[in-house]
Structure formats: C-alpha cells, structure tokens
C-alpha cells in the first residue's frame, strides 16, 4: 500500500514538471524570429497569403488562447504536419522512436558488459595494475568526443575490415541489430567509463565494511561473501546512476545517429534544424523531455522496489 | 563521482606542509597540470609551433599522409593539418572555459540563494530546476541554438542557459547542511547580514565542489562545443575548430583518415588533462580536511 501510494504520488509529480515544459517549449517555439507561418511560407509569402496563414494556423489569436491550441494539440499527439516530409511529425517519430529506443537499449547492454566486470576487477586489485589500467582508460574514455569515436570505428570495422555496415539502418531485424552495433558501441563507451569508475568505489568500500568481515568470520566460502554480499551492495548505486545516465544517452542519439546515418529521432532533430522545420524540432524536443521523465519516474519507482532500506517519502 | 566524496569537509584553513606532500603524492595532479600546461602553451603560441598557416591552402599538396613536414598531413585543400589543429586550440580552449565559467557563477549563486532561503525560493528555482533536467542537455542546447541560428556566439548563449543546473543543485545541497553548522550560527548571533553570511562565510566553505566539478565540466563543454561544430551548428569552416576539421575531413575518411584522427586525438588529449587535473584537485581538496 505504501509502495502504492508512492508511485501513485511520483507519478502525479511528473504532470506539473511536463506542463512547464510545454510553456518553455512555447515560448522557445515563438522566440523564433518570424512567426510559424511565414516560416511555412518561406519565398512564397505575400502579405494576404501570409494573413491567410496565420489565421489558419490561429496566430492572430491572443498568445494564452495560442498556447492553450498548442497544449490540446501536444496532448492528442497531434503535432502538426513536418515542412519537409510532408506528413504528420506524429507519424514521423513513431517510425523513428523504434530506432533510438533499439540504440539506446542495447547501449545500456553494452554498458552493462563492458562495466561490471572491468569496475569489479579494477575494486578487487585496487592500486595494483589492473585497477591502475582500468582507471586510466576510464579516464581517456570520458575525454573521447562520441562523434570521433564514432567515426574512427566506422573506418576501422566499416570500411577496412568490413564486418559492420557503413551506416544505414537495414530492411530486417537482424540487418537492424547489425549496423545498431558500432552506434551502440559508441554511445556505451563514455557511460561504461562512469560506471566503472562509480563501481570500483563502492567495491572498495564495501570491501572494507564490517559486514563483509562478519561474514567471512561466520566462514561463509570466499565466493559467496564476493557474489552476495560484496557484488549485491556495490551493484545498488551503480545501478541507479546508469538508468539516471540513460536519459543522458539518449540525448547522445543525436550525434550518433548523424554519425552513422541511423534514421532515429536523434538525427531527425539535427535535420529539420537545418531545414527549419520547426514542427519537428518541438516535437522531438517533447518527446526527449517526456523520456527522460518516465525513465526518471521508472528508475526511482524500482530503486524503492530494489533497497527496502530507501525510504518511500 | 569523485565530486561526492568532498561533502564533509569542514571548513578547515589549507595546510601548506600538506599541500606539499599531496603534491608529490598525487600523480593525476602533477601530470594534469603538464597536459594542461602544454594545451595553454600551445593556445598562446601557436605560430611558433606550427610552421603552416592553418589556412593557406597549397594546391601541389592534397591530401597527403603524415610526413616530416606535414606530421599530420594535408587536407583536401593542401592545408597542413598540424597547423589547423595547433591553431584549433585556442579556439576549443576558449570554448570550453568561457562556456563553464559563466553556469559555474550563474548556478553556484542560484544554489547558494535557493540553498540559504529555502521556502517558497528554493520551491520557485528548485521547479525551475526539474524543468531543465527533463531535458538532454545536448538536446536543449540544440533546440537553443537551433532558433538563435548557428554560430560560436549562439553556442555559448545556448550552454550558458543550460549548463548552471548542475552547480545550483551542487551548491544548494552544500549550503542547506552548511547553514546549521555552527560558524554560521555564530555569525547569524553576531549579527551579521544575510549577504555578508553568504559570501564571506558560505561561500568560501562550499564552493570546493563546485571548483572540481568545473574541471569535469570544462571537458564536458568542450566536446559539446566540438559536438556541435561537426553537426555545423558551432564554429564554421573555415575556422579551425577540431570539431569542424572533423566535420570537413569526414568526406575524405576512407582516402585521408589523418584529417579527422588527429584533431579528435587533440580533443581526447585537452580532456584528459583537465579531468587529471580535476582528479587531483578533488583529492587536494579531500586531504585538506584530514
């Protein structure tokens, strides 16, 4: 019941947070110089056409009625029709939305093998030359611009060795899977560095705790005070940082995306920016705010489930 | 993060025997400052370094592989890549200072002010907060600079406006435990202004996490800088900003790979030095309490 209550409770805070995103998106959207309509226009504009447009896009209505239109609108997906493609944006990102969710998930797995181990090892030897290996790499890798990475892994496993695609995205699941691997890599590479380092810590430290020592006095075997009691509680905080990280990534999905020609909403974003297609631009934009807050509102929700110690306020 | 591990510190005077011995002590710090060292020298001097104009073009040169007087090679207009990479320094470094140096102000006062008032003022700009974490930080500063138009001045204006959330939400936490702790209490008994309290005594006493997280952030700043040159949203060619040489040489990856290699290699080379010296910084920071 109280578990209940608290979900009940996060959830209902997230709809204030998403409806001030919606004004910031708003105004963001009218700061823009030239109204929507004359930028739907563009060299065809005349003045009675313009007028026209405006009336039928509702702009000569007050500022609050527009914003009210706009939040009805956001809110049956109804995000107006893309300049270029010319088609609904809704129908848009939701082709688009299965490639970046694929990306992001299988970077998280990434994350996930590249980190445990590495963060685990370099805990156990700490200062010894694992540990000082790992930590410098670590180190390296959060300096590497993505983009960079991006680009040297398509010239090394695209080009020269050939195992993956030279970006593209595939006709079926398993071409999609394929060409996802050097993206996924790429976006993985920068978290898993934060994550090691975050594990390796709490290995250290939880190393060090006197209930560590409790139980390998009671005589439980070596692999079972490292699997259940050293492993268990180092996990816990880590765990929580990369599903915070997560919205982070998928933020990355929009450079990667344009690295390697996946057609996400990552790289939609970069191109309805250069081509002024504003329609999009706020919808993706939405869509990222809206993202981040349910995965937030997940991670929170089974962090409470995970640690019976985290209180539920 | 490491930035956590420095909450505890009491507000203790540095001690200089110490600051000695963790000088020789912390190899991060040592090697952070040489690699930060030569970044800056390379920034202040680049003509003396590189022997090429970043951007005379020579059209008898295209496109060649590293040699003894191109070490980086030639770009697809017979620049010599060496030049425009020593000469990008300046460029990137700026970028990545000026573009932590504003939210560090901006987001260390808002967390001082929401921090020290608490109530309905915290309330106000802790919202204000929850609404610019819902957003990527990439993505909102794309969406920024997307309606003020390309250019480096957009660029900064668009992480200016994102980038304080992380130092108010740093230094608010600091301050909300700061404000109990008794050398304020004291003050408040003395009875000394709210202003003079937070700055002259709060202030000093928190600003230690927001210092190493600016080191972190410098890096950070400077690959989104970098980032949003090679989508060309930044610095545009002809100017030679790494992420911009990336962009250009793209075309030319599978003929001429030295274009984009070396200019990242830069990147991964400034980044690492200042998240050295961020590392060490932090463990300067942590030994002054012991």
């Known amino acids: 019941m109280e578990q209940l209550n608290y979900i009940l409770k996060r959830t209902l805070q997230i709809i204030p947070v998403l409806f001030f995103v919606t004004i910031l998106i708003f105004v963001m959207m009218r700061l823009i110089p030239g109204d929507p309509a004359s930028v739907m226009l563009g060299d065809k504009a005349t003045p009675e056409l313009l007028k026209q447009v405006q009336a039928r896009m509702g702009l000569d209505k007050p500022y609050l009625v527009q914003y009210l239109i706009f939040l009805r609108n956001l809110l049956s997906f109804d995000f107006g029709n893309s300049l270029l493609y010319v088609v609904p944006v809704s129908q848009l990102l939701a082709k688009r939305i299965v490639v970046t969710l694929t990306l992001t998930i299988m970077a998280a797995i990434f994350v996930i093998v590249i980190s445990f181990p590495l963060g685990y090892l370099a805990g156990r030897k700490k200062d010894r030359l694992p540990d000082q290996i790992i930590r410098t790499s670590a180190l390296v890798a959060l300096s590497m611009p993505q983009f960079w990475l991006g680009i040297l892994c398509l010239l090394l496993f695209g080009l020269k060795l050939r195992w993956f695609p030279v970006g593209g995205w595939g006709s079926d699941w398993g071409e999609h899977l394929r060409s996802l691997v050097l993206p996924a890599f790429t976006e993985a590479l920068a978290t898993s560095a934060l994550m090691i380092r975050n594990l390796r810590n709490n290995v250290v430290d939880v190393a060090r705790s006197d209930y560590v020592d409790f139980a390998r006095s009671k005589g439980l075997k070596e692999s079972v005070v490292r699997s259940r009691h050293i492993v268990r509680n180092a996990l816990i905080s880590t765990v929580t940082l990369l599903a915070l990280r997560i919205g982070g990534m998928l933020g990355g999905a929009v450079i990667i995306e344009t690295v390697f020609a996946l057609p996400g909403v990552g790289s939609l974003m970069v191109q309805s920016v250069f081509s002024r297609d504003y329609s999009v631009v706020q919808a993706v934009v939405f869509m990222f705010a809206s993202l981040v807050l349910v995965v937030n509102l997940i991670t929170d929700v089974s962090y409470s489930f995970l640690d019976p110690r985290v209180k539920l306020e | ?290």
């Open chain 2, 1 to 290: 993060m490491d930035t956590l591990d420095i909450t505890a510190l009491p507000p203790a005077a540095l001690n200089r025997k110490k600051k000695i011995s963790i000088w020789k002590k912390s190899p991060s710090l040592n090697a952070g400052v040489v690699m930060v060292g030569l970044v800056l020298i390379f920034a202040g001097l680049p003509g003396l370094i590189a022997a090429f104009s970043p951007t005379s073009q020579d059209a008898d040169h295209i496109l060649e592989a590293p040699s003894l007087a191109h070490p980086f090679g030639t770009d697809n207009f017979g620049r010599d890549v060496f030049a425009r990479v020593v000469h990008g320094t300046r460029i990137d470094l700026t970028i990545g200072l000026l573009a932590t140096l504003v939210p560090f102000i901006t987001g260390s006062l808002i967390g001082l002010i929401a921090g020290y008032y608490g109530k309905w003022v915290d309330s106000v700009l802790m919202r204000i907060l929850d609404i610019f974490m819902a957003f990527p930080f990439i993505v909102l500063v794309i969406a920024i600079v997307a309606i003020l138009g390309p250019g480096l001045n957009n660029l900064y204006i668009a992480i200016w406006l994102v980038g304080w959330k992380d130092y108010a939400r740093l230094v608010r936490s600091e301050v909300m435990v700061a404000k109990n702790a008794e050398y304020v209490q004291a003050a408040k008994i003395l009875g000394f202004g709210d202003l003079r309290i937070l700055l002259r005594h709060i202030l000093p006493n928190v600003l230690s996490v927001s210092i190493v997280f600016a080191a972190a952030d410098v890096v950070m700043c400077m690959l989104s800088g970098a980032s949003l040159s090679f989508l060309g949203l930044g610095v545009q060619p002809p100017t030679p900003e790494w992420g911009a040489i990336i962009s250009e040489g793209r075309a030319y990856l599978s003929q001429a790979w030295w274009i984009c290699a070396f200019p990242g290699l830069a990147l991964v080379f400034a980044g690492t030095g200042f998240s050295l010296l961020g590392d060490g910084l932090s463990d300067l920071l942590r030994t002054k309490g012991r």
